[in-house]
């Protein structure tokens, strides 16, 4: 039943089928032969870097092999060899000699065709397969019920090779032919189809193929493959394997030991073929370690973003309703803020900003306090002329003696200011005010220059973010960069940041708190500090990272060990707010210790880990100001 339940939690989750699919599909592609070409070229590979010199069987060619073959198996067994096979297109009249074979179609022996194996020519097909005696079996007692691999470790230069006409001339030494298996066939013709084969490659003489299949079945060196049940469950172990290293060590790793792998089987492969006549699925298990690497990256990527993706949706929702300041490069005009931020602080009675056209010494009006952009007077809107270029100069505001706005009333005064930063002229803010008795014109105009500098370096950022941006958002920087699609990281990035600047607010607001206050979690230990409490430990020699909450409430209070140990007891399981008097070096405070919760999270159990931390607040006492009419 345990195991029942644990196999429907495992189907409810997408890595399960993810896994399931991966299984499959190694089961499929062994059933279907997907891997034979990798197979076949890697054997292909082996088989070029192993070579040998020895061999008991002789190639001769002839070219008339039907005229001169009686004459050519007469002179041939003078030398005694163990067999002579002759092979020829055409049926031949037979020479009733001991140890000659006329393989061909409808005689008695046959030659069983080479094995294509991903066009590679390279299997010995089986002998029951035939209708008709191998010549293999007659010669070399060869009868395999299964199909093997050439060894083609011979050289090619290695096998002998004899032309009829010397062998007619007795140009041989008996020692090269006797006790050898002679193969006799036609001289190939140019037009003969190339070999594709190893060491065999740019030649077209079958012959050769059927010497190396002579080769490996007389040195009893053909490969066997890996049987096929015990392949398909190896590979289904080595996925299992790899799945769970590869999820173990990161993705750069399991690349590493990707590579390793191949190396190791690469060496495997070479020294079975080598030494036990065994070949394994190398192509399969390379590709297999590649194919099961990148479907983890792939499982883990859509499981990771999933996760993220309800991560994200988890901030958004608590943020939700909160405090969450919008980043001034992220707006979508900078003119907005930069309006509300001077609405708020600054009285005027006009203002127009005006900002530079790009590659342009032409200013156009972009906002207005108080007024509307069609109350300029002022028809220039070049800033290499006058008032802007006085502005300029001045590198400040200037008071404008000629009349900018319409409709200016009496006692109103203009003035203009550069926003210019790093030298880049952003553009130019005109205002104009009416003084009042307490108005102080060079205290104003310092007021308005810093403004307008503040101003003109957040427009200056924000131009060059945007153009960033804009560069950076074409299309083809984006398909280079895979940003087409905002990803699931950069959605976390954003709530990171998010969360970020309402915590940084929130350690700002509880630094500049006046008590010296403390925050130590359930377990006694710090988690928190105001710069109020630290010149309070520093006043009263408190080593206040070395203090648990229970050694500050006995030092401060004058409590005992067992008394203090009741008080946060009591704060702790009651969630309570506890004032108590301190005394500390003829110094005294009223300490306010508040156990910290969340009213959402309470549950009728009252179980003391709902409280997240206790808060120490020492707040100083100050004595009674008696009135002066009291005196």
């Known amino acids: 039943m345990a195991a029942l339940q644990q196999l429907l939690r495992l189907t409810q989750q997408r890595a399960f089928w993810f896994t399931v699919f991966l299984f499959a599909i190694v089961l499929f592609s062994n059933l279907l032969n997907i891997f034979q070409a990798s197979d076949a070229f890697f054997y292909k ?47 031949l009249q037979p020479a009733t000699k001991e140890g000659v074979f006329y393989p061909y179609a409808g005689s008695e022996y046959c030659m069983p065709k080479v094995e294509i194996w991903a066009t590679y020519q390279m299997r010995i097909p089986a002998a029951d397969n ?21 060894n083609f470790r011979l050289d090619v230069s290695a096998l002998p090779k004899f ?3 010397r062998i007619l001339n007795f140009d041989v030494m008996s020692e090269q032919l006797e006790d050898k298996v002679l193969i006799v066939g036609q001289q190939a013709a140019e037009f003969n189809v190339n070999i594709h084969a190893p060491k065999l490659e740019g030649l077209n003489d079958p012959l050769l193929l059927f010497a190396y299949i002579a080769d490996s079945i007389e040195k009893n060196s053909t490969i066997n493959e890996l049987n ?31 590579f390793g792998i191949t190396i190791f089987w690469c060496a495997a492969g070479y020294f079975l073929v080598n030494f036990t006549k065994l070949f394994i699925p190398i192509g399969q298990y390379i590709t297999l370690t590649f194919a099961t690497l990148i479907w983890v990256v792939v499982a883990r990527k859509i499981s990771e973003d999933k996760e993220l993706t309800a991560d994200v949706n988890n901030i958004q929702q608590m943020m939700m309703g909160r405090y969450i300041p919008q980043s001034f490069i992220e707006h979508p005009s900078p003119w907005d803020p930069i309006i509300q931020l001077i609405s708020q602080q600054l009285d005027l009675e006009k203002s127009i900003f005006l900002a530079r056209k790009e590659d342009d010494h032409r200013v156009v009006e972009i906002r207005a306090i108080n007024c509307q952009l069609d109350d ?7 800033y290499q002329r006058t008032p802007y270029s006085n502005a300029l100069k001045s590198l400040g505001i200037v008071k404008i003696n000629r009349p900018f706005f319409k409709q200016v009333i009496k006692g109103e005064i203009e003035f203009i200011a550069p926003l210019v930063y790093a030298g880049d002229v952003r ?3 005109a205002l104009s005010i009416v003084p009042n008795q307490s108005f102080h014109q060079q205290a104003f105009e310092k007021n308005v220059n810093k403004f307008a500098a503040q101003v003109a370096e957040l427009l200056f950022h924000y131009h060059i973010f945007k153009t960033t941006q804009a560069k950076n958002r074409t299309l083809i920087n984006r398909l280079l960069t895979f940003k087409l699609h905002e990803s699931v990281s950069q959605k976390v990035k954003s709530s990171l940041n998010e969360m970020e600047q309402k915590l940084t607010t929130l350690e700002m607001v509880f630094n500049h708190t006046s008590p010296a206050t403390v925050l130590f979690n359930l377990f006694g230990q710090i988690i928190q500090t105001n710069a109020s409490l630290e010149h309070f430990a520093k006043l009263h020699q408190i080593a206040i990272f070395e203090t648990t909450a229970l050694d500050l409430l006995c030092r401060s ?3 005992d ?29 009223t300490l306010i210790i508040r156990a910290l919760h969340s009213d959402n999270s309470q549950t009728a159990s009252g179980a003391p880990f709902q409280v997240s931390g206790i808060l120490f607040e020492f707040i100083k006492d100050t004595p009674e100001v008696i009135p002066e009419a009291r005196l």
């Open 427 to 429: 553009g130019f803010w």
């Open 130 to 150: 035939l209708e008709c005696e191998s010549v293999w079996q007659a010669v070399f007692n060869y009868n395999h019920d299964k199909s093997k691999l050439i």
């Open 557 to 559: 209070c004058a409590l």
């Open 163 to 165: 032309t009829a006409k």
């Open 45 to 91: 590979k082996i088989s070029s870097f192993s070579s040998t010199q020895k061999t008991n069987v002789v190639l001769i060619t002839s070219e008339s092999l039907s005229t001169n073959h009686s004459d050519l198996v007469t002179q041939l067994s003078e030398y005694q060899p163990r067999a002579i096979i002759m092979l020829a297109d055409e049926p």
């Open 376 to 382: 300029i007077q002022e028809m220039r809107r070049d």
């Open 561 to 589: 060990i067992e008394t203090a140990k009741g008080k946060l007891r009591y704060i702790t399981l009651n969630k309570a707010t506890v004032e108590l008097p301190a005394n500390l070096d003829k110094h005294s405070y």
């Open 228 to 258: 096929f049940a015990i392949s398909v469950v190896f590979a289904q172990v080595f996925v299992f394997t790899l799945l769970f290293f590869y999820q173990k060590i990161s993705i750069s790793y399991s690349f590493l030991v990707a």
